[in-house]
């Protein structure tokens, strides 16, 4: 699992409160990534990471920000929660190096907002 | 605009039987297509994965099979156990691999004895 940890694991915010979630790698790979996983959609990327400060939009951005000031933490942040966010969140990481595409996957942050 | 769709959304196959997951592709620059498996409460993890340069790739119970010119691969489960009751879901991305990868929408698969 490439040493990943979410934090917190679960968590029940109420409509408007800012969120922050907390991805933690031990593998000293480059790429990180923030899904959202809801029934019937899959998993979809949110922000993704290519280098400490170098952050790039995925496919459902809107209402979400990211952080990484260390190689191993990339924050994923609710501005201002809303009853549409409420899902669980993935974080991922990748190697840089050779052939190597594999995304590794951490346990997940079940997300409620009431 | 989905990029990978996948099908069925749910499958139950018996013991032994053979479980089969399709997806298909939009994008011609894809060339890399893996799978992934999670159990509930896990994330994702690699099962198996494949590139365009061959058809077929087997790894134990499990088989990609890859068709470039219909744009479409899939999964076979042979002999397929109960412990492999999950959901399944297939994802494609190009070169160069700092891409991200797009996922399809996945397939609950139970195995009942």
């Known amino acids: 699992d490439a040493g990943i940890t979410q934090s917190p694991r679960h968590k029940v915010t109420e409509t408007g409160t800012p969120v922050t979630l907390r991805c933690h790698q031990t593998?000293?790979?480059?790429?990180m990534y923030w899904y959202r996983q809801d029934p019937g959609h899959g998993l979809r990327l949110i922000h993704y990471?290519?280098?400490?400060?170098?952050?790039d939009k995925g496919e459902v951005s809107d209402g979400y920000s990211v952080s990484r000031s260390k190689t191993e933490d990339f924050l994923l942040t609710l501005e201002s929660a809303t009853s549409s966010q409420t899902s669980v969140y993935f974080c991922?990481?990748?190697?840089?190096?050779?052939?190597?595409?594999?995304?590794?996957f951490g346990p997940g942050t079940r997300l409620t907002v009431t | 605009q989905q990029q990978v769709k996948q099908s069925p959304q749910s499958l139950i196959v018996q013991k032994g039987g053979i479980s089969i997951i399709n997806c298909a592709y939009e994008?011609?620059?894809?060339?890399?297509f893996p799978w992934y498996q999670q159990f509930p409460g896990k994330g994702p993890a690699l099962l198996i994965a494949?590139?365009?340069?061959?058809s077929e790739k087997k790894e134990g119970r499990f088989t990609i099979s890859f068709n470039k010119s219909a744009k479409q691969f899939s999964l076979h489960i042979m002999d397929s156990q109960p412990g492999d009751s999950a959901t399944y879901f297939c994802?494609?991305?190009?070169?160069?691999?700092?891409?991200?990868?797009?996922f399809g929408k996945g397939t609950r698969l139970s195995v009942i004895a």
């Open positions: 991922a990481t990748k190697a840089t190096s050779g052939e190597s595409y594999e995304q590794y």
């Open positions: 593998e000293n790979h480059r790429y």
């Open positions: 990471s290519y280098g400490v400060k170098d952050t």
């Open positions: 994008n011609t620059a894809f060339d890399y």
């Open positions: 494949i590139r365009p340069d061959v």
């Open positions: 994802a494609a991305s190009k070169s160069p691999g700092n891409t991200p990868l797009v």
